[in-house]
């Protein structure tokens, strides 16, 4: 019995000898494994896993978006789906092309031929509307996906519409401000990694490995929108009423420079670009190249004053009305004899004017015309920009000569003949006009005194005869308003050669007179029911220059209606000013429309426009008739904009 006991108790510890062995060697053989695995195939195995697991994402950022001077939005983007297919994914390609052309709105045969691209990626339709998103999401077609973009949007319509300009579907500038600042409006990308569950779809973002700021850089525009507004609104109205083909307004700050408003008709919505046309984007204030006419008369006596070559009382014979230089014959609307400079400038006489510029001769007036800017772009930065016509100084003819002295025969820009106006303005010192607040444009120049402020001063005085007194810019007057002004009536070149019977009328207005702090220019093109700058042009630039000094709380409690309706300039001269209605009192702004019928049209309008509404004026006058909505009525919302439901309407008497 000992011996098998024993022989058991040997067996046993042999058992256990194997067992141990055998777990000695299948660890050693797991470790091995487990290195060879970590240290060989670690990173391939890691990166099938987190293929496996994680999903790497990319987020586009926004669009910079463009605010006018006080922060009002201009342009932005909105988030739109788009919808791409991934050919080989789809399972049935007829029913995908029944589905996407029904819902979608499209041509099958459109769609069918896309969905059998040998592609990996087909756009079928981008930045569709949430309706047509909806249907395709309910669908659910495999192989058909929907995504985000971003859509641009212009929230004021045509409001600065060529100056802002329109991207394309991808989102890259095509025009104006747009284009300019392309680079620093375009957003960045961000790319990061969310997990997935075993069926692939994404459990959460993960915020780890994104970009600190991925949108666009915004933009500032020198531009207000309440000046814009009402200049669009008078230049649409004016070129109505005078079946006119186009016009331009600026709107110039003249302490800094910046383009309040610069106005085309006609208007260009860029909410629109697929129904437009190029005439409707082009920015006529920075690419159309007019023959100014009268409103170049001011720099001719600027340069004759500062050169001596006429005092503001020197006499010079305009010849009744008719003088012949070479063979051209020069006549003057307001036919006179002996006039003193001064008066030549208030009835712009053009046989006055241009034995001022043969007196100066041409080499010295060609200097100034440089100097000041004309024949040269004015760097305003925009594409397109035209830099007008100005012949070689070599080159003038006596008939030039003559011409060129009362603006014809020389080609400018709406902007360089605003810069120059800006230079009278100034003291004769020169300055750049600005579009951009932000980001800061930086641009070289040197100011450079061009005129004495005695001799800018004198010009002043004398355009404000222009308007004042017995001038041609008489239907200009703002009652308690200094107003130095110039009217001008261009013929226009005709294709076959010579001038043609049609014209642009024009008017520049400084305000106020002595020390200008608002330039406003208004060009007409081709008026047909008249062509006078001083009837066209000269009620668009007062109807402006009342909006924009009553918005910024500038105008005279005394202002009183000089329209000129049926009236013309020579009876309008001889009539008094009627005085203005006592306005009644005005209570605090409340939530609701107050009762302003009785109410002078200054007061009516800088109550209104300090609640962010610029109404639309009807009728004549300067006292508020009536008005819509009435009082106690909930204020409206937004702009106004022709036609819409909350617009502001003021009817005058």
């Known amino acids: 019995m000992a011996k098998d ?58 669009r910079g978006r463009i605010f006018d001077r006080n922060g009002q939005m201009l342009a932005t983007s909105v988030e739109a789906k788009s919808i791409f297919a991934r050919p080989y994914a789809i399972d049935n390609i007829d029913v995908a092309a029944d589905t996407l052309s029904r819902d979608l709105k499209m041509s099958r045969r459109t769609v069918y031929k896309k969905l059998k691209s040998k592609r990996k990626f087909v756009w079928i339709k981008r930045q569709v509307t949430d309706r047509e998103a909806a249907a395709i999401s309910k669908a659910a077609l495999p192989g058909v996906r929907l995504t985000s973009e971003f859509n641009r949007i212009y929230p004021n319509g045509h409001l600065g519409g060529q100056l802002l300009g329109f991207v394309d579907i991808d989102g890259q500038g095509r025009e104006g401000i747009e284009l300019i600042f392309n680079k620093q409006m375009t957003p960045s990308k961000a790319e990061f990694v969310v997990p997935r569950d075993a069926t692939g779809h994404r459990m959460y973002l993960d915020a780890h490995g994104r970009k600190v700021d991925i949108n666009g850089q915004d933009v500032q525009l020198t531009i207000d929108t309440h000046i814009q507004h009402a200049a669009e609104q008078s230049l649409a109205k004016s070129i109505a009423k005078n079946e006119a083909r186009a016009g331009i307004v600026l709107v110039v700050d003249v302490d800094s ?100 510029g043969m007196d100066m001769g041409a080499s010295v007036y060609h200097s100034y015309l440089t100097k ?100 041609t810019g008489r239907s200009a007057r703002i009652q308690g308003i200094s107003m130095a002004g110039k009217t001008g009536t261009a013929q226009k070149a005709s294709p076959k050669g010579g001038y043609g019977d049609q014209y642009l009328s024009s008017f520049v207005a400084l305000v106020p007179a002595d020390e200008p702090e608002l330039l406003v220019i208004t060009m007409i093109d081709e008026p047909q029911k008249s062509n006078y700058g001083s009837t066209v042009a000269a009620p668009v630039c007062r109807e402006i220059t009342v909006r924009t000094l009553a918005y910024h709380g500038k105008l005279s409690e005394t202002l009183d209606s000089v329209i000129t309706e049926n009236v013309s300039v020579d009876e309008l001269a001889e009539q008094p000013l009627p005085q203005a209605v006592p306005s009644p009192s005005v209570q605090a702004v409340t939530e609701t429309v107050p009762d302003i019928t009785g109410m002078p049209v200054r007061r009516a309008l800088e109550l209104l426009t300090k609640m962010g509404i610029v109404p639309v004026l009807k009728g004549q006058g300067m006292t508020v008739k009536s008005q819509k909505p009435g009082a106690g009525r909930p204020w409206p919302k937004g702009h106004n904009t022709e036609g819409a439901d909350d617009v502001f309407v003021l009817w005058l008497s």
């Not at 042999?14 to 195939?41: M, S, Y």
Request: charged share 20%; aromatic share 6%.
């Open 5 to 62: 006991s024993k022989r058991r108790t040997d067996l046993s510890g042999i058992k256990i000898g194997l067992v141990i062995a055998l777990f000695t060697v299948a660890l050693t053989g797991l470790w091995a494994r487990a290195g060879w695995v970590q240290l060989h195939d670690g990173d391939y195995l890691a990166a099938k896993a987190a293929k496996q697991s994680l999903a790497a994402e990319c987020e586009y950022g926004e």
């Open 372 to 471: 000041l800017g004309f024949g040269a772009k004015t760097n305003l930065g925009l594409p397109g920009e035209s830099s007008g016509i100005l012949m070689p100084a070599k080159k003038w003819t006596s008939v030039d000569l003559a011409a060129i002295s009362f603006g014809q025969g020389i080609g400018t820009t709406a902007v360089q003949l605003a810069k120059a106006f800006l230079c009278l303005a100034n003291q004769g010192i020169t300055k750049d006009l600005n579009l951009v607040k932000n980001p800061v444009v930086q641009r070289k120049h040197t100011a450079t005194q061009i005129f004495s402020p005695k001799t800018t001063a004198q010009v002043l005085s004398m355009m404000k005869e222009v308007v004042h007194e017995d001038g």
């Open 257 to 356: 420079g910046d383009i309040l408003a610069i106005a085309n008709q006609p208007f260009f919505n860029p909410n629109m670009v697929r129904t437009s046309n190029a005439a409707q984007r082009r920015l006529r204030a920075i690419t159309d190249i007019y023959e100014p006419g009268s409103t170049m008369k001011p720099f001719l006596f600027a340069a004759a004053l500062e050169e001596g070559v006429i005092e503001p009382e020197t006499l010079i014979d305009c010849e009744n009305g008719r003088w012949r230089v070479a063979r051209k014959v020069i006549r003057d609307t307001h036919p006179a004899k002996w006039l003193p400079a001064h008066k030549v400038l208030r009835y712009s006489s053009n046989i006055g004017t241009a034995k001022i």
